[in-house]
Structures are given as structure tokens and as C-alpha cells.
């Protein structure tokens, strides 16, 4: 098989793959080798001009948006009505442009410095990992800060300011108050509700294993899972099996020789290296119907304040 052009050797063990598999963007080779070489070795932050790019907009953003909290701090809220709605929702939008910034950073950071040319052959561990899973928390929840701000202070400028005395009363800025957290708790909910455990079987692409389990390699999902369970238990009673069934079942293929196997999850963000919202799924993806409703929700988020800002002008 090594000897036909339409085939790759694996460097470990000298298995042959279909050439197409070859930089696909999925493991085929137990040593990573079909991935992780001259042709196709990969980083976290892809070019030279988006890792530069990542760097200076981490950096400006950090700067002047901690700079911008400190300075809407340190001056005394104004009782004037357009003024302290002005301040609040700046506020808020200043901390969603920090926490991106902040993102952008921290992903160059572990792109140049902490993992670097060892991505490839680390890329799995690093899918899986809480530093990449506290990233795609800071992104989402930052960039839902920013734009769900935006949209309640373009709102208020066009319906709501001409009702507000000029001096903003108590009851008033308390409401306001209630309004800005609001915006915070429900910019929360899309950033962390894939990492509950309790959904995991929405949420969870696939399962990684140490390198000493040669059954699996690569991210294993739900359906691969399937069919060794069937070649080694027979017909399953059912296919539609959670995470948790599926962990039990594997350690009683191996509890004797192994104990439990050493796994690790590959959540929600870790369907690419930057760890970003899993924008783009497939039909087959559990998660298709959450994605959907949040890219609806941004989107006619994005309308209303486009609208608002036409009838400001």
C-alpha cells in the first residue's frame, strides 16, 4: 500500500491512509502525522498577519477600553437624564470591549509563547482544556456585553429619553440600574449554558484519549463510539446513548486491564483552535437549534440598531 500514489504512510506505524485524509483537518494517523507536518502543520492563530493582527487589537483594546473604566469611574455619575444613561451603558460596553480584548491577548499569548509550533501534535489537549473553554466564555460573553448594550442604549435614545425628567429621579436610575444588569445576566446565559454538565449531550462534539488507547484517536464521537460498542457487546438496544452511558460502557471494556480510562471532553468551543462560538454546525449537530436561535437573536439585534440610529439621524 505504501508504494501506491494515492495513499500516505503514517511515520509511527507505517499504517497507509487515503491521500485525501491527508491535511483534512482530522487525525487519521495514531502519531498525528498526516496533520502534523511540513505541508499542513498548523497553529492556534493561522498567518503571520492575524497573529500580528490578534496582538495590536488585544493590545489597543485592553488599553483604552481599562482606561475608559477608569476614567467613567473616577467621575461623579451626572443626575442629567441623557447623561447618566450615556455613563451606564458605556460602562458596560467599555467592559465587553475589555473582555475581548483581554480574549485576543490571552490567544496570542498561548498561541507565541505557551504552545507555539506544538500546536498540531497538542491541539486536542488543548480543545478540551479550561483555558480554551474560559476563552470562549470571555468572547462570547464580552462581544453579548458590547452588542446587547448597544442596542438598549439605542432604544432608549429614540422611545424613551423624551419621557425621562431632566433630573434623573431615584426610582429612575434604580430601574436603569436593573436594565444594565440585566444586559449583563442575559449576555451570560449564551457564553456559559454549553459548559453545563447537565447538557452535555447537546454540547459535547467528542471525546479524546491518551495516546496509550489505540483503539481511539483524534476526537471520537458519539457514532464512532457506536460502532466499537457494537463490535464488542453486539447490537445495541439503542443508539441514541448520552455521554454518561457512553463512558460506562467503555470502562467496562477496559476496567480490567486499565481501570477507568482516562478521557477528556471536547466541549462547545473547542470545535476550532481559537476556541470561538461554534458558529458554523451541521445538520447532524445537537447543538444546531441553540446556534441558530443565538445567530437570529444577534441578527436582529443588529437590525434594531441599525434602525434606531437611522431615525436618530
Avoid at 462547545?268 to 447532524?284: E, S
Wanted: aromatic share 16%; proline share 2%; charged share 15%.
Amino acid at each position: 500500500e505504501s508504494m501506491c500514489d494515492n495513499n500516505f504512510q503514517c511515520e509511527g506505524n507505517g499504517n497507509a491512509i487515503y491521500k485525501s485524509k491527508k491535511c483534512d483537518g482530522f487525525f487519521d494517523c495514531e502519531d498525528h502525522s498526516d496533520e502534523c507536518n511540513m505541508e499542513c502543520g498548523k497553529s492556534i492563530v493561522p498567518g503571520m498577519w492575524l497573529k500580528l493582527f490578534a496582538w495590536i487589537i488585544g493590545i489597543l483594546s485592553t488599553t483604552f477600553n481599562a482606561i475608559s473604566l477608569g476614567r467613567l469611574f473616577s467621575t461623579k455619575f451626572s443626575t442629567n437624564s441623557f447623561a447618566f444613561v450615556n455613563k451606564m451603558f458605556r460602562l458596560a460596553i467599555s467592559l465587553g470591549d475589555l473582555l475581548i480584548g483581554i480574549y485576543l491577548l490571552t490567544l496570542s499569548l498561548f498561541d507565541s509563547v505557551v504552545i507555539g509550533n506544538d500546536y498540531c501534535k497538542d491541539s486536542l489537549p488543548w480543545l478540551s482544556s479550561n483555558y480554551c473553554a474560559f476563552l470562549g466564555v470571555l468572547s462570547t460573553f464580552g462581544s453579548n456585553i458590547s452588542l446587547y448594550s448597544m442596542v438598549s442604549l439605542s432604544i432608549l435614545r429614540v422611545y424613551h429619553l423624551n419621557s425621562f425628567s431632566v433630573d434623573f429621579r431615584r426610582y429612575e436610575q434604580i430601574c436603569l440600574a436593573i436594565l444594565v444588569g440585566c444586559v449583563v445576566f442575559f449576555a451570560a446565559i449564551p457564553a456559559f449554558v454549553p459548559l453545563l454538565v447537565h447538557l452535555e449531550d447537546f454540547f459535547v462534539n467528542g471525546l479524546t484519549y491518551g495516546r496509550n488507547i489505540h483503539l481511539f484517536f483524534g476526537e471520537v464521537d458519539k457514532r464512532t463510539h457506536i460502532q466499537v460498542f457494537e463490535a464488542y457487546y453486539g447490537k445495541l438496544a439503542q443508539h441514541d446513548l448520552s455521554w454518561d452511558e457512553i463512558g460506562r460502557l467503555l470502562d467496562g471494556m477496559f476496567t480490567d486491564n486499565y481501570g477507568e480510562i482516562p478521557r477528556k471532553k471536547i466541549h462547545f468551543y473547542g470545535n476550532a483552535g481559537v476556541c470561538l462560538f461554534k458558529y458554523f454546525v451541521t445538520k447532524d449537530d445537537p447543538q444546531k437549534l441553540f446556534v441558530w436561535t443565538y445567530l437570529s437573536i444577534n441578527c436582529a439585534n443588529t437590525i434594531v440598531i441599525s434602525v434606531c440610529y437611522l431615525i436618530i439621524l
